[in-house]
């Protein structure tokens, strides 16, 4: 580089020097990157195309059949049972993550806001019970919300009822109670990200120029949290779906969802493109809704502006 | 606002910390409690449940093959987290955001799609489950989490340091050992920490992807079915919390000493 420099017909050799370099730049990321791409093309990528192709095949006893049809999702969505579970399960998805991100904005708040010098503490305290065992986590709900269970001797304790409520477990309330607390981590962090990256100085401008502490919140850390907001949104909405531990566990018979049918089409049932097909409708509805949630709230926001 | 601020979110905040510990609280509790059955108020405190763990040779064998997955997951997920991480914050290369977007993907997939369509895979290419099958799942899922702590602890280094070293006669390996290494170990340890953590934790991918073999939470899952096996259980889930918290602390640790009294 230096030797080209001095020759007087530098600036062509310089210029032709320039794109070897760079494609050396992008060669040395690419080469570096491959390993763990290949990794995620070999067990994520061809994998979902699989189970995509698996979706238009039939099974027969222990044989695939591989020509096309559409009958597998003629049977996912149409037969009452799936139809009924698809919708269920798309339900408690948005009824959780919309209550978990509710629930988890004023903290993300408290600790962003309120948080001083205790920020990182507030954030490893919050994260904490998210490592424990989320089977055992699972089970404790069952203990807290069961017929003898915690909430129920508590309350007679209290003499809130009489007798224990058995509106509480296996059920889909108590499928939402658990999962909004299994997930609340997830809604939490992204949130609170979004309000740091706030500018002070506008929430100040918009109460020196005459804002209440309610409008600059709703026309200022509201609407620049939203990216936060999403996130979570989404990020608790799309794995909620399929979700099997905690029907199983909590959710009795009303509360079984889209993955305990999945689980059975790979497991006792045993018809792997029906479950294919299970599987794929599953996602593409589910991002049908948070496309939908996302575009809705984008939407709100420009009209409250 | 200003006064609902000041007096109710301390409030709120408190107890929503109450809902995300009850469950997690209740687990060492009922863990000690004499009468199997987990109901207040407590009949006696005992230590059975603890003493009848190492008596068991399945959860003994779980233990194992749960560690063993955990170690090697750890690993491979460092490893190759390392690579993304140092490609990312190093190099501008065409096609990073979708590459990105795909090896972050399991963050936001729904496990059990994951699970099954590597179970789909691995059996069409007539590979037997086993531990190996758990651990190359556990490895995909733990990326993602890798490449968050390995990106920060990156990023934060000064490029010129490298520079430096290179200038003054050492070669690329050289100054990757004696001047990036010790900058991001903290970040390696952390990641090592929180991939073992998660693996640990790990159930439904191993669920589908172990076959016969169990890990802890596969024996966890089988022993929820009996209710008398549940102090067990619980026993069994303090000593798991405790290892997880433990380690995470260290994590927490490792990562707070790369950023000195901010």
């Keep these: ?22 494609q050396s730049e992008a060669a040395r990321g690419l080469a570096l990157i491959s390993p763990t791409l290949a990794y995620a093309l070999v067990l994520l990528l061809v994998p979902i195309i699989v189970v995509i192709a698996y979706s238009f095949w039939t099974q027969n006893y222990l044989t695939i059949d591989r020509s096309f049809t559409l009958e597998n999702y003629r049977v996912a969505l149409t037969e009452p049972i799936y139809r009924d579970l698809l919708m269920r399960s798309l339900g408690i998805s948005l009824v959780v993550s919309v209550a978990t991100v509710l629930f988890a904005y004023p903290i993300a708040y408290y600790i962003s806001f309120h948080g001083g010098r205790h920020k990182n503490l507030w954030l490893f305290l919050i994260t904490i019970p998210f490592w424990s065992s989320y089977l055992l986590r699972v089970m404790s709900w069952k203990v807290i919300l069961g017929y003898n269970g915690v909430l129920n001797s508590g309350l007679m304790g209290l003499g809130i ?11 889909s309330t108590a499928v939402v109670i658990t999962l909004t607390h299994a997930w609340a981590v997830f809604a939490i962090l992204p949130i609170y990200v979004s309000l740091e990256k706030v500018d002070r100085t506008l929430i100040e401008a918009a109460k020196d120029l005459g804002d209440g502490p309610v409008r600059s919140f709703l026309r200022v850390t509201l609407p620049l949290s939203m990216p936060g907001v ?35 089409q790979f497991g006792k049932a045993a018809n792997w493109p029906l479950g294919a097909a299970l599987s794929v409708t599953t996602m593409v509805v589910v991002t049908a809704m948070a496309a939908a949630c996302v575009l809705l709230l984008r939407g709100a926001m420009r009209l409250g502006r | 606002m ?50 009848d763990l190492p008596k068991t040779p399945a959860l003994i064998d779980a233990a194992w093959n749960s560690l063993i997955v955990g170690v090697a997951a750890a690993v491979l997920s460092t490893v190759l987290g390392i690579c993304a991480a140092r490609a990312v914050t190093r190099y501008r290369f065409p096609g990073r955001r979708p590459i990105q977007g795909l090896i972050m993907a399991p963050l936001v997939l729904p496990e059990i799609i994951i699970a099954i369509s590597m179970l789909l895979i691995l059996l069409s290419l007539g590979l037997s489950l ?15 989490y890798s490449i968050t702590v390995l990106v920060s602890g990156f990023e934060g280094f000064d490029r010129s340091l490298e520079e430096a070293s290179a200038d003054l006669g050492e070669t690329a390996f050289g100054t990757f050992r004696r001047v990036t290494l010790p900058m991001v170990a903290p970040a390696i340890i952390s990641s090592l920490l929180v991939s073992f953590t998660i693996s640990l ?17 596969i024996y966890i899952w089988g022993q929820l079915r009996f209710a008398a096996k549940l102090p067990g259980v619980l026993a069994l889930g303090t000593l798991m919390l405790a290892a997880s918290i433990l380690m995470l602390t260290f994590a927490e640790a490792a990562s707070a000493r790369r950023t000195p009294h901010r």
Aim: charged residues 10%; hydrophobic residues 55%; proline residues 9%.
């Design chain 1, 161 to 171: 009822i009489d007798e224990p409520s058995t509106a509480l477990l296996y059920n």
């Design chain 2, 201 to 217: 934790d790990e159930f439904i991918m191993a669920f589908f992807l172990a076959g016969t073999e169990t890990t802890l939470p």
């Design chain 2, 2 to 51: 200003k006064a609902l601020a000041r007096k109710w979110l301390p409030a709120y905040a408190g107890l929503y910390v109450i809902f995300l510990y009850l469950p997690i609280l209740l687990l060492p509790i009922f863990s000690v409690n004499a009468s199997p059955i987990p109901q207040f108020p407590l009949t006696g405190i005992t230590t059975k449940w603890y003493r």
């Design chain 2, 130 to 144: 086993s531990l190996f099958t758990v651990v190359l799942g556990h490895v995909l899922i733990c990326i993602p």
């Design chain 1, 230 to 264: 999403i996130s979570a949104l989404l990020i608790v909405m799309i794995p909620t779906v399929g979700d099997f531990v905690t029907p199983r566990l909590v959710g009795g018979k009303d509360g079984v969802m889209i993955a305990n049918a999945i689980q059975a």
């Design chain 1, 1 to 22: 580089m230096t030797v080209a420099a001095e020759v007087p017909s530098a600036s062509a050799s310089v210029r032709s020097n320039a794109r070897p370099l760079l």
